[in-house]
């Protein structure tokens, strides 16, 4: 059995373990910083939060009703009806090369499906680049479909993924 076959996916915890919000924040400059307090609401508003082992990977995601005032979110808002939205999805260095984030991906586009909504959406730094990203995304079979330069100064690339 390979380590992806062996991975258990979980809910993360309405109250995030510091482990895990040490993986979010040793990957602040693409993720952005949190809070143990910030990450627990984000967790709480999320249409899917799950992570693999103590803190291997993790995946917040939201569908158009959330609560949420990303930029980034709230420009997939302007143009969709329905969609969910990944806000971040990060691995462990430690973790990496083991499938883990398309494992989690997987369940959310299966949980998305279940739910009715026929894309998946999400966004890529450009500035400064994140081409490990951008491989994996394309690789997802995600397409750029529109880009902005943030108020931090960001350039981002959005994508989708179509469901059906």
Known sequence: MTD???AAIVALPGTPSPAL???????????????PERFA????????AACIGEADALLIAFDQAA???????LWFRERFGRFVYVDRIVVAD???????ARLLYEALFE?????GHDRVVCEVNADPPNPAS??????LGFVEVGSA???NGKTVRYFERGLR
Request: no cysteine.
């Open 4 to 6: 992806t076959q062996s």
């Open 21 to 35: 919000v040490a993986l979010n924040n040793a990957h602040a400059a693409e993720l952005s910083f949190l809070t």
């Open 41 to 48: 609401e984000l967790i709480d508003d999320a249409f899917f």
């Open 67 to 73: 609560d949420y005032d990303s930029p980034n979110f």
């Open 94 to 100: 430690a973790a990496r090369g083991r499938g883990l």
């Open 111 to 115: 949980r998305a499906r279940i739910g």
């Open 134 to 139: 951008d491989a994996f995304h394309a690789a």
């Open 149 to 151: 330069r943030l108020a």
